[in-house]
């Protein structure tokens, strides 16, 4: 009886902090994918989650390194600079760090990240909350 519960306890405690029904939704806005596993979605979810935590962990120690109180986009553009898988796919997709306005030219527009080529076989992930608005 104990080590029922126990059981019970420990499947409770890998319930994912991300919405499994939206994950599938994601999943399934990729026109190859029919049908999507629930073991599937359970395993996206924990690794999304596990990768926002150590997203969030590293910049965090950027904070503290520049002896700051609150993260923002320079602080984790750092930190997915550091980690080379991460900057890999990452870095691209962040917006570009904010310049002040006093030194933006005003004649010339400024160039966006949309404008780079992407890779055969491969989308932007802003055309994927595009689809979603």
Do not use: W, Y
Not at 47 to 63: D, G, H, M, N, Y
Not at 115 to 120: I, Y
């Amino acid at each position: 009886m104990a080590e029922h519960e126990e059981q019970n306890a420990a499947e409770e405690t890998h319930r994912p902090g991300i919405p499994t029904h939206r994950v599938k939704k994601i999943m399934k806005l990729d026109r190859e994918i029919k049908k999507v596993n629930s073991e599937a979605v359970f395993l996206i979810s924990n690794s999304t989650q596990l990768f926002l935590q150590f997203l969030a962990e590293k910049s965090a120690q950027v904070v503290l390194e520049k002896k700051k109180k609150t993260i923002k986009l320079e602080h984790l553009r750092a930190a997915v600079k550091r980690h080379l898988p991460t900057s890999d796919f990452l870095l691209d997709s962040l917006p570009p760090p904010a310049q002040p306005s006093d030194q933006l030219p005003k004649d010339r527009p400024r160039p966006r990240s949309s404008d780079k080529p992407v890779p055969p076989g491969s989308r932007r992930i802003d055309a994927f909350f595009n689809k979603c608005n």
